[in-house]
Structures are given as structure tokens and as C-alpha cells.
């Protein structure tokens, strides 16, 4: 939402700003989120009044005039290509260095045709006034010269904008942003006053509205503008609309607009001729019908679009946008006025099926006050005849069904502030409320109640609203923490969480390993999600076509991250990643959620050194690190890691903890690399969190170290190519005794010789004892018995 903040300051009398940054941080303070800010003036720096004293025909162009400008201290050359520039004219310079507001550019002393342009003299629209570009604005001839045309316009307005939440309503207008900046200078702002010279005929003598889909549209009313003079709006009419963005049309579409940035209800102007039957409906259409917008556009509509008709058809469509057959044109002399209260997620429904928004339709959606419906009529109505000499007929046409009772909310002083952190009294909860319009009503046993306000109906239901309310009024910046979170690393705090705890450790692990943390979407593209899984969780109504569905594996945010980092930075950049998150899937009719870990490494080492060969990650990268990992949460003991002999043609490696999987270990496919468009190896682990939680214990036993040297022996074997790791290592591990303290693969070999049957794997085993050291005899003696074990179980013999 952008506002003009000359605009709000009508609302609120007297204010006086002494700094204006002290005031874009009191908006933030009371939870206002200010996404940008400009300034008039600074737009318009560099930009001067200045005077035209001669003009000459360009000799090598026949559209183009060469100028001789008086700035006020110097006659500058201007290249000029309007047709009206004319010796003696007061013009707004644009002088060397000055950005143009509509179009970005900077001026700058160039040759134009060969002939020396030292600015640029503006037209309106260039300046972003208006869309005139007919040719260049001409000044009063009493401007003075030297001027900042900034001050000559009264350019001292700020164009702030302001990032809204789906929840409040209330401040897509600047009546509602009036009202939140008066809480901060402890004001109460004021309407503008009606005032309309009614005529004896009355508005219902002329239209009669009737509304079917009483569900959908709560309030609808109707107002007759007879007269009317269709022309350019005034001058401070086209400046506020220009301030936020908006294209002054005409002077009727321009004043619905400007009451729907005001009040924040939309309204609609009727050509009343085009009214067939005279007469207005509100329902909802026939499935497959077609109607045509203000944008010439054809729309199709379906049984559940609400719709404004006519005595024969469709009018507009309820809450987004009117008709083609009705809209305001030139030859308009009698207008209908209206205004209504449309049901928010109707008008929402509608809006996404016919892929139309609208400000209207953002209002609506929000919700708006059903209260302030007439007065926005009366509003339009009465500009209508200040600006455009309408005659306004007696009286409103209010269908008003079912009137909503007024909602009360409670809420406990000693609630809020347990939940804030801040000791409130009741007197003091009901002064900063009644700040923002929120009246007191009542006390219940410890429930100070209170009414809220229609343009906070959808928002404050519950006594955790108004609390947030209190908070907000008192002023976040005024809380003081309790808590630092500050990372010790010389003291343990146990937080009662083992999961936070071993997320926590998680972090600082990779982190400290020179991984990278990425967080992705939780929702992802069916399309792709289908290559890893044919069960997850459908999103009912998803952002987009490509947020589908529940994510499965953190596996797919990682590859679609990798594939950025990738393109944008080059094959071979060495790329650590990790993310923790959940993944979702169903069991039945439930629905479940997991927490996992998923890192991955992709490109070139990141390890340099003089005396070491530059190398692409391997597969033994991202094992060594599932190591480290494990290791240090103290389950290095209960790894077992399985993967088969055949390593080309297998991808995916599982991991055991006790017997349970917990994870995978992927060397990505190149059916996987493709699709994700990825022009590199990757390397990817994805553990589930959970099952390591319940794994870990709560606390490190010291084991002693042996005092006495280990004793290892290196076993070169030739196995059977189908042979599983696990099995030798199991193999090993039974027949290895007490002393046998590790086993681990260091080599993998296959040739000719051994033939393609066969291949030969290298273990390196280390012995030794707390109580001695070991001789030879007794190694060599559990040596033999492993080999053994070997031959009879697997068939396995020692290479020569």
C-alpha cells in the first residue's frame, strides 16, 4: 500500500512533525512495515524553474529547436523537440546530473545532431504529473526563475510504502494509516464532514436493488448523481492520485478511486442510461457465462462468481471489476454511485478462478467496514458535486438484510501482561486500546470487555489479539529482553529440548565443517516430487502450479539449490550444503511429518595445499563426513553402513543405526542431474533426525585409552563381486576376538587377472589390549581364525 503522507496529515489535526525519521521509526515500532520511502522533493532534485529567452531552428534537424536558456545564473543550450517551445516561456529545467522520474535516465551535457544540449526541458508526463507528453509544460508567468521547481509545485510530500498483512484490513487506506499514526502522537483523527445539498427527487424513485445471494453480499446501497459534467480533475485531485500511483482518468473514476484510497471501501460508478430496467440484482452467474471487464477483456465465469446486473444482464463483476456495458464515458450525464460490503473469501474464490485482482478485490478480500459503507457513498457523492457539478438525488438506497451484531472481546490485564513481559493495570490496557478506536465496554469477573470496531472485525476475535494490540500501542522497542541469545561456548545449557538441542549441534557441526545452510519452500512441483515418490500430500489451494504438493525428502530443495549455485557460478565450484526441516507424508486418512537432514557437496574440493592435486568430491567425501558427523554425537560405534559391490550401477547407500534405517546416502543419477539440470557430480546424504534423537544418549561416559600399542595388520582379499561390505566386515568383527578393536576398508581393486567375477578389497585391522601388549603369536592366532571364517563363509581367499 502507498500512501501520501500530506495526504493522511489531513486526518489528523494539528499534527506537527519535527523529524520525519523519528516518525518512519515510530511506524516501525508499532508494527507498521515500511518497505520504502520517497521523497518529493529529492525526485525532483536538479530540477528548475527556468526561462526560454531565444529560440532557432536546428540546422541538421527539422522536428528540433536549439534553446538558449536563463537558469537565473546562466544562459545555458538546450536541444528542445516539442513543438510548442516558444522564446519568453517560464519551463522546468532539467539540469545536467538530474534523473528524469519517468524513465530513470540522468541528464548529462551531450551533442544532439551535433549541436550542445546542457539539459532537457520537461513535459508533464516526463515529470510523472500527468500523461500528457503533447509538449512541454508551461509555467506561470510569474514563476520566478532559479527557482526549485520542487517549491514551485509544492513538492513536499513523501510517498511511503507500506507492506500490509493479510489480516489487517483496516490500513489499505489512509484513514486507517491516519488512525495508527495518531496513536503515536496520542491524537484521534477526523472524518471529513458531508455536506450535500440534496434535490427533492430522491434516489429511490430511480433504481431499485434487490439482493439474492444474501450470503455473499451483506450490504449493498446505491446513490443517483444527476448532471454531471464529465472533465479533468483538479489539480490537488490528480496530484494525491499521482502520489501513490494512480492515473487520473476523469474526474468521476478519479473520485471513486480517491474515497477508495481514503476509506479503503471500493466503490463502483455506474453510467445510470446504461442501468436496462433500472434496476440493480446481486447473484451469483450461470456456470460457463461470459461477460466482458473494463479492460475489454472477456472473462468466463462460473456458478459461484458474485455479480452486480441489471434488469437483462451481468453489470459487474461483485467486488472486482465493472463492465464494458456500463463503464463511465465522455457523454455520461447521470451516475450511479455504489457501494457495498461483498463477503472477503467470495470475492476471493472469484478473483483467483478468474485470475483477476484488483484494489478493489484486495480490499475486499481483507475485508472491509460495513459500517462505513453510506459514508463512502456520501463521500463520492459529495465530490461529485464539488468537482464535477452534479446533482445529488435525496437520500440512500441501504439494503442492509441482516444487520451483524457487534463483536466483544475480552481480555485479563494480568494475561497480557504475563504474555508481554510488562505489569498492566486495567486503566492502563483500556488507555492504550481506546488509542486505536477499540472501545471499552464493561468489565466481566477478570475480563475487561471490549467493542470492536467493524474495520477490525476479521482480525481481533480473540483475547490473544487484543493482547497483541496492547503490546503494539505500548511499543515493541519499550520491552525489554529478558533473554540474550548469545552463543557461550564456554558453559553447557541444557535447554529440556533434545530436539532443539541436537539441531542446535547439528548447525554448529556443518557450519564449522564450511557448509552452508539453505532453507527451502515446504511445498514443491509434483512434476518433479513424482521422481522420488508416488505418495505425498496434495495442497488443496496452492501459491502457484508449481507448489503443489508436501515436499517428501529435503532431497529436491537441495538439488534445485545446488542447480542455482551451479548455473550462476560455474562446473567445479565447490559447493557444502545442509538444511534441516520436516518432510510430510500420510499413513491412512493421517497425516505425518518428519524431521530430517539432508547435506550434499557437488564441484571441486575446498581443500587447497601446494603439495596436493586439485579433486572433484567423491563418494567417500560425503561418507567421511556422515563419520565425523555421528562421531560426534558418540554414535560412531553403531554405524553400520551397507552398499553394494557393484558400485556402478548402484546410487543409493543405506544407513543403520541398531538396526534401523535412518538415512541414505545418494550418489545423484544421472537421470536426477538432468532433470534438475545440473551439470556436475553431487554427492548427497539425508538422515532422519528423529531416529538419531532417539539414539543418542543424555549424557558422554569417559572410556579409557589403553595404554599399551596397537597392533595392525592389513588383510589384501580377493571376494566374489556380488559379496556385500557388510558381510566381511560382520565376518571379520565375529571371528576377531576381544582384541580386535576396528576394521576399515582402505582399497577396492579389480583388473584382468582377477577376471570379471572377482575383485580384491583391502582391510586394515587394529589389536590391542588394556591389560598388555600384544605379541605377534596372539594376533597372528586370530588372524588365522578371520581368514578362516572368511573362506568357509564367503568363499573369500587371500591375494597374493
Keep these: 500500500m502507498k500512501i501520501s503522507l500530506n495526504w493522511v496529515k489531513q486526518y489528523i489535526?494539528?499534527?506537527?512533525?519535527?523529524?520525519?525519521?523519528?516518525?518512519?521509526?515510530?511506524?516501525?515500532?508499532?508494527?507498521?512495515?515500511?518497505?520504502?520511502?520517497?521523497?518529493?522533493?529529492?525526485?525532483?532534485?536538479?530540477?528548475?524553474?527556468?526561462?526560454?529567452?531565444?529560440?532557432?531552428?536546428?540546422?541538421?534537424?527539422?522536428?528540433?529547436?536549439?534553446?538558449?536558456?536563463?537558469?537565473?545564473?546562466?544562459?545555458?543550450?538546450?536541444v528542445c523537440g516539442a513543438p510548442n517551445v516558444a522564446a519568453g516561456q517560464k519551463v522546468c529545467l532539467a539540469k545536467i546530473g538530474a534523473i528524469i522520474p519517468n524513465g530513470g535516465f540522468e541528464i548529462k551535457k551531450n551533442k544532439i545532431r551535433g549541436e550542445l544540449s546542457e539539459g532537457m526541458i520537461c513535459a508533464e508526463d516526463e515529470l510523472g504529473l500527468s500523461a500528457d507528453h503533447s509538449g512541454i509544460m508551461v509555467l506561470k508567468s510569474d514563476a520566478k526563475i532559479g527557482q526549485a521547481f520542487a517549491d514551485y509545485i509544492g513538492s513536499n510530500d513523501y510517498s511511503v510504502e507500506i507492506g500490509i498483512t493479510p489480516n489487517r484490513g483496516d490500513l489499505f487506506s489512509h484513514i486507517g494509516?491516519?488512525?495508527?499514526?495518531?496513536?503515536?502522537?496520542?491524537?484521534?483523527?477526523?472524518?471529513?464532514?458531508?455536506?450535500?445539498?440534496?434535490?427533492?427527487?430522491?434516489?429511490?424513485?430511480?433504481?431499485?436493488?434487490?439482493?439474492?445471494?444474501?450470503?455473499?453480499?451483506?450490504?449493498?446501497?446505491?446513490?443517483?448523481?444527476?448532471?454531471?459534467?464529465?472533465?479533468?480533475?483538479?489539480?490537488?485531485?490528480?496530484?494525491?492520485?499521482?502520489?501513490?500511483?494512480?492515473?487520473?482518468?476523469?474526474?468521476?473514476?478519479?473520485?471513486?478511486?480517491?474515497?477508495?484510497?481514503?476509506?479503503?471501501?471500493?466503490?463502483?460508478?455506474?453510467?445510470?442510461?446504461?442501468?436496462?430496467?433500472?434496476?440493480?440484482?446481486v447473484k451469483t452467474a450461470k456456470e460457463g457465462d461470459k461477460f466482458t471487464t473494463l479492460d475489454s477483456k472477456e472473462r468466463t465465469l462460473n456458478s459461484e462468481s458474485l455479480m452486480v446486473c441489471d434488469g437483462e444482464g451481468y453489470s459487474a463483476i461483485a467486488g472486482i471489476m465493472g463492465g464494458e456495458n456500463s463503464e463511465i464515458t465522455e457523454s455520461t450525464k447521470n451516475v450511479f454511485i455504489e457501494s457495498a460490503y461483498f463477503d472477503s473469501v467470495c470475492v476471493r474464490k472469484n478473483s483467483k478462478k478468474l485470475g483477476l485482482q484488483t484494489d478493489a478485490s484486495q480490499r475486499f478480500e481483507r475485508g472491509v467496514d460495513i459500517d462505513k459503507v453510506p459514508f463512502a457513498s456520501d463521500r463520492a457523492a459529495m465530490l461529485m458535486q464539488e468537482i464535477a457539478g452534479g446533482e445529488v438525488l435525496k437520500g440512500i438506497i441501504d439494503v442492509y438484510p441482516e444487520k451483524l451484531e457487534k463483536l466483544k472481546v475480552g481480555i485479563r490485564a494480568s494475561r497480557a501482561g504475563k504474555i508481554i513481559g510488562i505489569d498492566f493495570t486495567d486503566e492502563q490496557v483500556i488507555k492504550l486500546l481506546e488509542k486505536i478506536e477499540i472501545k471499552h465496554t464493561g468489565k466481566e469477573d477478570e475480563y475487561l470487555i471490549f467493542e470492536i470496531p467493524e474495520f477490525r472485525r476479521n482480525d481481533l476475535t480473540r483475547e490473544i489479539d487484543l493482547t497483541e494490540e496492547?503490546?503494539?500501542?505500548?511499543?515493541?522497542?519499550?520491552?525489554?529482553?529478558?533473554?540474550?541469545?548469545?552463543?557461550?561456548?564456554?558453559?553447557?545449557?541444557?535447554?529440556?529440548?533434545?530436539?532443539?538441542?541436537?539441531?542446535?549441534?547439528t548447525k554448529e557441526h556443518f557450519i564449522g565443517r564450511g557448509f552452508n545452510e539453505i532453507i527451502t519452500y515446504s511445498q514443491q512441483d509434483e512434476k518433479k516430487i513424482i521422481n522420488f515418490s508416488d505418495s505425498f500430500v496434495r495442497v488443496e489451494n496452492p501459491n502457484s502450479v508449481e507448489m503443489n504438493v508436501m515436499r517428501v525428502n529435503l532431497m529436491y530443495g537441495m538439488l534445485s539449490t545446488i542447480k542455482n549455485n551451479v548455473n550462476n557460478s560455474g562446473k567445479g565450484t565447490p559447493l557444502k550444503l545442509f538444511e534441516i526441516g520436516k518432510v510430510?507424508?500420510?499413513?491412512?486418512?493421517?497425516?505425518?511429518?518428519?524431521?530430517?537432514?539432508?547435506?550434499?557437496?557437488?564441484?571441486?574440493?575446498?581443500?587447497?595445499?601446494?603439495?596436493?592435486?586439485?579433486?572433484?568430491?567423491?563418494?567417500?567425501?560425503?561418507?567421511?563426513?556422515?563419520?565425523?558427523?555421528?562421531?560426534?554425537?558418540?554414535?560412531?560405534?553403531?554405524?553400520?553402513?551397507?552398499?553394494?559391490?557393484?558400485?556402478?550401477?548402484?546410487?543409493?547407500?543405506?544407513?543403520?543405526?541398531?538396526?534401523?534405517?535412518?538415512?541414505?546416502?545418494?550418489?545423484?543419477?544421472?537421470?536426477?542431474?538432468?532433470?534438475?539440470?545440473?551439470?556436475?557430480?553431487?554427492?548427497?546424504?539425508?538422515?532422519?533426525?528423529?531416529?538419531?534423537?532417539?539414539?543418542?544418549?543424555?549424557?558422554?561416559?569417559?572410556?579409557?585409552?589403553?595404554?599399551?600399542?596397537?597392533?595392525?595388520?592389513?588383510?589384501?582379499?580377493?571376494?566374489?563381486?556380488?559379496?556385500?561390505?557388510?558381510?566381511?566386515?560382520?565376518?571379520?568383527?565375529?571371528?576377531?576376538?576381544?582384541?580386535?578393536?576396528?576394521v576399515s576398508l582402505f582399497d577396492i581393486y579389480s583388473d584382468e587377472k582377477l577376471g570379471k567375477e572377482r575383485k580384491s578389497m583391502a582391510f586394515s585391522l587394529e589389536f590391542s589390549s588394556k591389560e598388555k601388549t600384544l605379541t605377534d603369536d596372539e594376533v597372528n592366532r586370530q588372524i588365522q581364525k578371520i581368514i578362516k571364517t572368511l573362506e568357509k563363509k564367503l568363499e573369500i581367499t587371500l591375494r597374493n
Design 177 to 281: 494509516i491516519a488512525r495508527e499514526i495518531a496513536s503515536i502522537y496520542n491524537k484521534k483523527i477526523v472524518l471529513p464532514e458531508i455536506k450535500i445539498n440534496e434535490s427533492k427527487e430522491r434516489s429511490d424513485e430511480y433504481a431499485k436493488i434487490t439482493i439474492d445471494a444474501k450470503h455473499y453480499c451483506k450490504r449493498f446501497t446505491g446513490r443517483v448523481v444527476k448532471n454531471v459534467k464529465i472533465k479533468e480533475s483538479p489539480d490537488w485531485l490528480k496530484k494525491y492520485l499521482t502520489a501513490i500511483g494512480l492515473r487520473p482518468i476523469n474526474n468521476i473514476v478519479d473520485i471513486t478511486n480517491y474515497v477508495m484510497m481514503e476509506t479503503g471501501q471500493p466503490l463502483h460508478a455506474f453510467d445510470y442510461e446504461k442501468i436496462r430496467g433500472k434496476e440493480i440484482i
Design 584 to 742: 510430510f507424508g500420510h499413513e491412512g486418512s493421517k497425516f505425518t511429518e518428519e524431521n530430517h537432514l539432508c547435506f550434499a557437496i557437488c564441484g571441486k574440493m575446498d581443500f587447497r595445499s601446494f603439495d596436493a592435486k586439485e579433486k572433484n568430491f567423491d563418494f567417500f567425501d560425503i561418507k567421511g563426513e556422515l563419520e565425523m558427523f555421528l562421531s560426534k554425537l558418540n554414535l560412531e560405534s553403531l554405524r553400520i553402513i551397507y552398499y553394494n559391490s557393484n558400485e556402478s550401477e548402484v546410487n543409493t547407500t543405506n544407513l543403520l543405526l541398531n538396526d534401523k534405517v535412518i538415512g541414505n546416502i545418494h550418489i545423484v543419477s544421472e537421470e536426477l542431474l538432468k532433470l534438475f539440470d545440473i551439470d556436475d557430480d553431487v554427492f548427497l546424504a539425508e538422515i532422519k533426525i528423529d531416529e538419531i534423537l532417539s539414539l543418542t544418549g543424555e549424557s558422554i561416559k569417559f572410556r579409557e585409552i589403553s595404554k599399551f600399542p596397537p597392533v595392525k595388520r592389513d588383510l589384501a582379499l580377493i571376494v566374489k563381486r556380488e559379496t556385500k561390505y557388510s558381510e566381511i566386515d560382520e565376518a571379520i568383527k565375529s571371528s576377531g576376538g576381544a582384541y580386535l578393536q576396528e
Design 13 to 78: 489535526p494539528n499534527l506537527e512533525i519535527t523529524s520525519y525519521d523519528e516518525l518512519w521509526k515510530e511506524m516501525v515500532n508499532i508494527g507498521l512495515d515500511i518497505e520504502g520511502i520517497e521523497s518529493e522533493a529529492e525526485k525532483f532534485k536538479n530540477f528548475i524553474v527556468a526561462e526560454v529567452s531565444e529560440t532557432a531552428k536546428h540546422p541538421n534537424a527539422d522536428k528540433l529547436t536549439l534553446c538558449k536558456v536563463n537558469s537565473g545564473n546562466e544562459i545555458l543550450s538546450v
Design 470 to 505: 496492547v503490546a503494539r500501542m505500548y511499543g515493541y522497542h519499550n520491552i525489554e529482553n529478558q533473554y540474550h541469545f548469545n552463543l557461550d561456548v564456554s558453559t553447557h545449557a541444557d535447554y529440556g529440548d533434545k530436539l532443539i538441542e541436537l539441531k542446535k549441534q
